[in-house]
């Protein structure tokens, strides 16, 4: 028996109150069809990611009825956001295979953190975009087996097979090359990317702007002229 996963090791217990009992409770997914939103916020594993394959998969059948009738009709991007530690090797392959399936376009988001396997489906967009203060991270596989000693030599294969296809698709989305993945294996490290970090390397397209920061003294001297006409217009409402 074996359970692979890209999981880190910061990976949480969230509470929310429960709409369909344990099992509404473990799902991590908001979906928004009709702004062709998706958050997700929790592991990635069976439930969470068939959600969004299905949701995927629904708009991609619509968007097909919708071209076939008319020429001009464009297809929307689908919005995924991802706030995950990671999660299941195999749910992460449905996701990723999902996406780049998808006819219409999909794109990921970063916003707070996608790690280990979620990063891996985050790489799947078309477009990647990622906030300033966010945190991408990377590490290889990891999994518990037991069994007969032949069993835990075939799934000691299999998870080099999975370790390498990841690390492949890795550097075939990314600039992240061959030697710094390999390094990274050898000396068993989790991978931290910073936004700046994450551009360098083609991991994302862009960075997402954030509001102007505020000039303290500039406000400050609006805000005294401001006063000033506010109590003018006050006086001049009281005498109405």
């Not at 949701?55 to 689908?78: A, F, G, L, Q, V």
């Not at 706030?83 to 006819?103: A, E, K, Q, R």
């Not at 999909?106 to 489906?121: D, E, H, L």
């Not at 069994?147 to 690390?167: A, F, L, P, S, T």
Request: proline residues 2%.
């Amino acid at each position: 028996m074996n359970d692979f996963k890209l999981d880190s090791k910061y990976s949480g217990n969230w509470n929310r109150e429960s709409l369909d009992g344990d099992q509404e409770d473990k799902k991590r997914v908001l979906l928004n069809s009709d702004n062709r939103l998706i958050y997700i916020y929790g592991d990635i594993d069976a439930r969470n990611c068939a959600d969004i394959a299905y949701e995927i998969t629904s708009i991609n059948i619509i968007d097909d009825d919708k071209e076939s009738s008319s020429k001009n009709y464009t297809r929307k991007p689908i919005k995924i956001f991802f706030n995950s530690h990671g999660g299941s090797v195999y749910d992460m392959w449905l996701l990723v295979d999902t996406i780049m399936s998808s006819t219409t376009p999909v794109y990921t988001y970063c916003t707070g953190y996608a790690m280990s396997a979620a990063f891996i489906a985050f790489l799947a967009g078309d477009k990647r975009y990622m906030s300033p203060h966010a945190t991408l991270m990377f590490h290889q596989i990891s999994c518990w087996r037991y069994g007969k000693y032949q069993d835990i030599v075939d799934d000691r294969e299999h998870m080099d097979e999975m370790n390498e296809q990841i690390e492949k698709f890795v550097s075939e989305r990314t600039k992240i090359d061959e030697y710094f993945i390999l390094e990274s294996r050898k000396k068993k490290r989790d991978v931290y990317f910073s936004a700046n970090e994450a551009l360098d390397l083609s991991i994302i397209d862009e960075i997402l702007n954030l509001k102007q920061p505020i000039n303290k003294e500039n406000t400050s001297k609006k805000n005294k002229k401001g006063e000033k006409k506010n109590d003018s217009n006050e006086r001049e409402y009281g005498k109405g």
